[in-house]
């Protein structure tokens, strides 16, 4: 995947995580279209790439939420670090490993995201990652399957992962 | 300790992008309210203000698609509604019409009126009989006028307990004792039949020649015989037809028979009773809002 076409994707996730997302949640959750492209970041374009793209989208969907201006970039950033490492010393074309990398990844944004915000409740924290957490994370495994074989089917190496020959 | 760093960050460049990122978010989660504020302004300008746009259409479509559908079923409903109160509006001025007529007779006229609906006019081209909905279980009895507002319909042939059947003035047998309500002259009208049994009109038999009779006359039961009362409307002279020894009188009654939904049976004259005539003054000006009370007292109501 070119670096421009990964920016693309970026801003397609953001468009997707502010407008779609809440109108196609299930029982409160919602997918991570971000966690999903930085994923498909990590497939094509490294560690670097993905975590600078995970910063700043982080900071873009922060401005929403002035008073924790940075929170999301940091859970984005770090994410996208241990997806796309992860990625690195795996077979990457493999579905199962994708999945299991985008589900690990919500669950860890979430994680990173919810001791911050609440400052380390591990009541709430608990109950919102039982809660939402794993539902949105498995939505978002999902959504990634179904991309997954439409990528498949196009012949789309950046998203599938498959290697060139 | 910065030369450790230094060497760490050359070997590992994605461990250093992410240490970056990690200091300059959380120097981000530490910058002062204001400064949060106006870094957050700043960056939602350019950016996500289109993606904001985006949002906000795509909700409004959405919105709109669903407000579209609520319309939709609101303007079936209201059409639903409004045939219904179209309805319901001319049975309604069918009812103000029949409770006009009932106010109309005068006191010393009034009749016990019973209301029927009719449900089955059987015959073919010509109208025999006209079944209405009371029977004898009301006090209906063979012999009994039936009347609409417009004038007389017939008369009860024969009752069952819950139905009756009327024999009407196109019927065969019918024969009225009908007077001329400005010159007073009587006779006696029956309803007259063309070669193929087709209604041609009615005709008012043993008229005395150059009787003062012209078409345009009223013409109305005269009380003789003893069926009908006297001064029910019968319909109006259409044409004369001058004899040696009698008149023929043509005569278009007033009832369109084949069109009547609702009929009064007169039962017979009611006493005057105060409490009956304050029940009927309480019913009608309920029924007939806009039309003031002193109306009704003038039609002779106590």
Known sequence: MKIRAFAVLCAVALVLDTALAPEIEILGARPDFLVLALVYGGLGLGVSVPVIAGFLMGLMTDSELPEYLGLNALALSVTAFAAASLLD????????????????????????????????????????????????????VAIGLIIHFIARLANWRAITGAPRR | MLSLLIRLFRGNR????????????????????????????????PILRPVKRIAVAADGLTRIRSENARLRSLVMKLVEERANLVSLGHENDRLRELTSFIVGFAEEERFDLLPATVIGMPGGRIIEGIEIDAGAASGIEPGMPVIVPDGLVGKISRTLETRSLVEPLTSA?????????????????????????????????????????????????????GVYPAGLIVGDVTAVDEGPLTMTIHVSIAVSLSTIEQVFVLRGLVAPSPERDAMMQMLLRELLAEDAPSDLSDRGTP
């Open chain 1, 89 to 140: 010393r795996l077979v990457k074309s493999h579905i199962l490993v994708q999945c299991s990398v985008i589900f690990g990844a919500i669950l860890l944004r979430d994680t990173i995201f919810y001791t911050v915000y609440y400052r380390g409740s591990i009541g709430i924290f608990g109950h919102l990652l039982l809660r939402y957490s794993l539902i949105g994370a498995g939505y978002t």
């Open chain 2, 14 to 45: 994605d461990f250093a992008t992410l240490v970056i990122c990690v200091v300059l978010s959380a120097i981000a989660l530490s910058l002062p309210p204001a400064a949060k504020t106006v870094v957050s302004s700043i960056m939602s300008v």
């Open chain 2, 173 to 225: 047998s019918s024969a009225v004792a009908v007077t001329i309500e400005r010159s007073r002259v009587r006779g006696i009208i029956r309803p007259r039949y063309g070669g193929s049994a087709e209604l041609l009109d009615w005709q008012m038999d043993y008229v005395p020649a150059r009787s003062d009779i012209c078409a345009g006359d009223r013409v109305i039961t005269s009380g003789l015989g």
